[in-house]
């Protein structure tokens, strides 16, 4: 049930990415406008107060199947009416419980938790910023007021602190460090503008029209 992925593999895969990107488009660093993040939604990362990335789960990670008893005891139904998310068990807050009895060191020393795009940002910019469409995938938000929920945060025993900012998608919410430069190659400075989730961004790539219907299918499709 329970899944993870190397951060530091992972980013080192970004980098090399970002890199061939540059190279075989030919295009000049200089012309580079702005860079934007976006991944798939359900996925997590949990840093500690240094920054250091002590677990990362992509959307597939079903350990919060044995704690999310939590929130339905203790909220029912009215997770649901929040956050507009079920079953718990897909969400953080749920994983997070998880951590909270099974591995408590690791829970005790959560200082952040970014969804795996805005982790990206984060490595490119030393940002902790999240969107609607990302941050409503976390489980902790109130979607009718585009807020983090406190009585959320109350069921699984955590601060509101850990949770980042919340921009709206298109907004410039950093540039890029000198040591992202040396890592993947985006030029110091170059903007940062808040992603999305994959299949919004995916919507806005389709080009679709009004009255046209869209469907993104990804592997989980089936």
Known sequence: ?????????FWRLVCTVVKEAIKISKVKVGDLEAVATTSKRHGSVFLDNKGKEIYAGPNIDARGAMTQYIIE???GEKYHEITGCWPPLMFSPSR???????EPEIF???????????????????????????????GFMDI???????????AVGVSLDILPEIHES???????TSKAEKECGLPKGLPIVQGAADTHCALLASDAQPNE??????????
Do not use: H, M, Q
Request: hydrophobic letters at 40%.
């Open 73 to 75: 005891e203790s909220l």
């Open 144 to 154: 009718r007021k585009c807020t983090w929920s406190d009585t959320v945060a109350e």
């Open 1 to 9: 049930i329970a899944k993870e992925f190397d951060p530091g593999l």
């Open 170 to 176: 298109g907004s410039i919410i950093g540039e890029v």
């Open 213 to 222: 219907v869209v469907i993104i299918a990804g592997s989980t499709a089936p």
């Open 108 to 138: 005790e020393s959560i200082a952040r938790i970014l969804p795996i795009n805005d982790w990206i940002s984060y490595k490119i910019g030393n940002i902790y910023v999240t969107d609607p469409s990302s941050g409503s995938a976390t």
């Open 96 to 102: 997070l419980s998880w951590f909270d009895e099974e």
